[in-house]
């Protein structure tokens, strides 16, 4: 007698096999023959009918689920053993110099980090100096270089379709991966392959893969290629006070996110969304920009996060305590930068939802992309924001610090 299924035999004693048990014991069988009908379905029919899968089962599949999930996270956002919290690895190509013309930039749509690359790069007038290739993210999460139909939300004025920033082909080493461009140095590479990176055509060399390193090359290292080199988004003046949000946003808001979404525990989670948020309250409350009128490379790295902070953060992050239409202040900066000319252009709004909610399985195993929340669609970001007329009165940073 057939006693035992592949669950075990204490969970199931299905009757002999006779099509007349069958009916009498199990309706449902008559469904599970149906050719139409999903094979996992005919076999849940088949084993415990309408009602829910066994107990047993049940912890089984979580224990299971559990230990992949984990498993898939360690890999994806590496924690630390004893909180559970995330630690993202250090950049391994810090500092850059070079004195070549001829370079070129790796980013990922998506990314936030290179999306500040990407902002600095258009504010400078560096896009004729600087070409960019623009990876798509394949199945396994890695950067990919391949055609997509994605079309940017904002087509850059002047341009042809040779500059819309969507992903496409290598177009400086004609790789298919980014692994691949980054393994072209001379002694390899084997870290991780992330964006941005800068590239050194001349020497085919790795020149930096860590954002704020690069934004502040393109910033003030790049001036004899530049085609805006009078604006300077760190001047001296400043360059103390922008240090100093550095330090608050960057493990707070920048990473803060991240190390929301990539907690591997409760405790770890709930240290990242009250610093997240403490922090949040505290620049919400701040003027025009966060060095006063005049817009820096601080107020860039925040933008980043901000733009996809209702796309994608509040959701798949469970950054939930607020939204940042929530936040008067800050979705008006948000919008007010969103607004500067050359802006709009570098954030393709699809291409941030697909990089996360298609791609972070373990985050995400459904792949589901939800609908965009009204605030955020281009329309609604580019509605008058009346904060020309804000206080310069700028607070003193020090305090705030956590
Ligand atoms: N510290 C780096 C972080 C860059 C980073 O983590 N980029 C992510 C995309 S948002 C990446 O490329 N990840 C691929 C990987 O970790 O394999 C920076 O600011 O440039």
């Given at each position: 007698?057939?006693?035992?299924?592949?669950?075990?035999?204490?969970?199931?004693?299905?009757?002999?096999?006779?099509?007349?048990?069958?009916?009498?014991?199990?309706?449902?069988?008559?469904?599970?023959?149906?050719?139409?009908?999903?094979?996992?379905?005919?076999?849940?029919?088949?084993?415990?009918?309408?009602?829910?899968?066994?107990?047993?089962?049940?912890?089984?599949?979580?224990?299971?689920?559990?230990?992949?999930?984990?498993?898939?996270?360690?890999?994806?956002?590496?924690?630390?053993?004893?909180?559970?919290?995330?630690?993202?690895?250090?950049s391994q190509f810090r500092r850059p110099t070079t004195t070549t013309q001829n370079l070129h930039l790796y980013v990922g749509l998506?990314c936030?980090w290179a999306?500040r690359t990407l902002i600095v790069r258009a504010?400078k007038g560096l896009e004729t100096a600087i070409p960019v290739s623009i990876a798509g993210?394949?199945?396994?999460?890695s950067w990919q270089f391949k055609d997509?139909?994605?079309?940017?939300?904002?087509?850059?004025?002047?341009s042809n379709?040779d500059d819309y920033l969507v992903p496409g082909p290598d177009k400086a080493n004609r790789c298919k991966t980014l692994k691949e461009v980054y393994n072209l140095r001379r002694g390899g590479y084997n870290g991780r392959s992330t964006v941005p990176m800068l590239w050194d055509c001349d020497r085919n060399e790795i020149v930096c893969n860590e954002s704020y390193d690069i934004i502040e090359m393109f910033n003030s290292g790049l001036n004899w290629i530049s085609s805006?080199p009078?604006?300077?988004?760190?001047?001296?003046?400043?360059?103390?006070?922008?240090?100093?949000?550095?330090?608050?946003?960057?493990?707070?808001?920048?990473?803060?996110?991240?190390?929301?979404?990539?907690?591997?525990?409760?405790?770890?989670?709930?240290?990242?969304?009250?610093?997240?948020?403490?922090?949040?309250?505290?620049?919400?409350?701040?003027?025009?920009?966060?060095?006063?009128?005049?817009?820096?490379?601080?107020?860039?790295?925040?933008?980043?996060?901000?733009?996809?902070?209702?796309?994608?953060?509040?959701?798949?992050?469970?950054?939930?305590?607020?939204?940042?239409?929530?936040?008067?202040?800050?979705?008006?900066?948000?919008?007010?930068?969103?607004?500067?000319?050359?802006?709009?252009?570098t954030?393709?709004?699809?291409?941030?939802?697909?990089?996360?909610?298609?791609?972070?399985?373990?985050?995400?195993?459904?792949?589901?992309?939800?609908?965009?929340?009204?605030?955020?669609?281009?329309?609604?970001?580019?509605?008058?924001?009346?904060?020309?007329?804000?206080?310069?009165?700028?607070?003193?940073?020090?305090?705030?610090?956590?």
């Open positions: 007698m057939p006693t035992s299924s592949f669950l075990g035999s204490q969970l199931i004693h299905p009757p002999p096999f006779t099509t007349a048990t069958r009916r009498h014991h199990y309706p449902t069988v008559t469904m599970s023959l149906n050719p139409n009908t999903n094979p996992i379905t005919a076999l849940t029919n088949l084993l415990w009918g309408k009602s829910l899968p066994p107990n047993l089962l049940i912890s089984t599949a979580r224990t299971a689920w559990s230990a992949g999930w984990h498993l898939m996270m360690s890999q994806l956002a590496p924690s630390n053993p004893s909180t559970g919290g995330y630690s993202r690895p250090a998506p936030p999306h504010l993210a394949g199945e396994d999460g997509t139909n994605y079309i940017p939300t904002v087509i850059p004025e002047n379709q805006n009078g604006l300077d988004l760190s001047p001296p003046p400043l360059k103390k006070r922008i240090d100093e949000w550095k330090k608050i946003i960057y493990p707070n808001i920048n990473n803060g996110v991240y190390r929301c979404g990539f907690a591997q525990t409760q405790e770890a989670y709930d240290v990242a969304v009250n610093e997240l948020f403490t922090t949040l309250d505290m620049v919400d409350e701040h003027c025009r920009y966060l060095c006063g009128d005049t817009l820096t490379l601080a107020d860039v790295c925040l933008f980043t996060t901000l733009i996809r902070f209702d796309l994608v953060y509040n959701v798949l992050f469970k950054c939930t305590k607020k939204k940042m239409i929530e936040y008067p202040n800050l979705n008006g900066y948000m919008q007010d930068i969103y607004q500067i000319p050359k802006v709009a252009a954030c393709n709004l699809g291409a941030i939802m697909d990089g996360y909610y298609k791609i972070l399985f373990p985050l995400n195993p459904g792949s589901i992309r939800p609908v965009v929340p009204s605030a955020c669609e281009h329309d609604m970001l580019t509605r008058p924001h009346n904060r020309e007329s804000m206080s310069s009165v700028v607070k003193d940073v020090d305090m705030l610090v956590l």
